[in-house]
């Protein structure tokens, strides 16, 4: 029995690996989880109120909003391709009776246009193929928060650093629509 135990414990990280292999062949994004240590940073520039709709557009397992949820925002949704991670998201939301709800599908397919504000940590090729739809669908005045990427197209943005003088690398890029 403990053999059988150590071996699957022992097959479980590089199974884990193969998994984000794969999700990466597929989107071309690697899973890079947002740092604890910024949230707070990302929670006070998004500057939540009670009838403030986010949404996080490669969410993983959903940290940026079960975070945000403690400002109490009207409603928190993410889009997420990899099962693995959005079944956590949507497991942790319903076993801490959260609003958080998390989708497992593409979010190019998806409605943005309720969002007030839009967070985004994906690389620069998916920003500029997001872009568009961004442009498009976005309501006038969403906030967009983007971390370590830029979006070429838009001026007037404001970049964020960690208070401790510690840059997040790239920074924390705020735009408007």
Known sequence: MQTIILTILFLIPPAYLVYLVAVYARTKVPYVRTSRARLPLIMKEMNIGP???IY??????????????????????GFELS????????????????????????????????????YLFLVQSAINKVWPKLKKEA???????????????????????MKNGSAVPGGIYVYTV
């Open 51 to 53: 009838e403030t709709v």
């Open 83 to 118: 099962p693995l991670h959005a079944w956590y998201g949507k497991i942790k939301a319903w076993l801490c009776r959260s609003k958080v709800r998390i989708h497992c599908r593409d979010f190019f397919v998806a409605d943005i246009s309720e969002a007030d504000i839009i």
């Open 56 to 77: 996080d557009l490669g969410c993983g397992k959903g940290d940026v909003l079960f975070a945000a949820e403690k400002f109490h925002p009207k409603k928190l949704v």
């Open 139 to 161: 309501k006038p005045g969403t906030k967009l928060l983007v971390l370590s990427s830029k979006i070429p197209e838009l001026t007037g943005r404001r970049v964020v650093t």
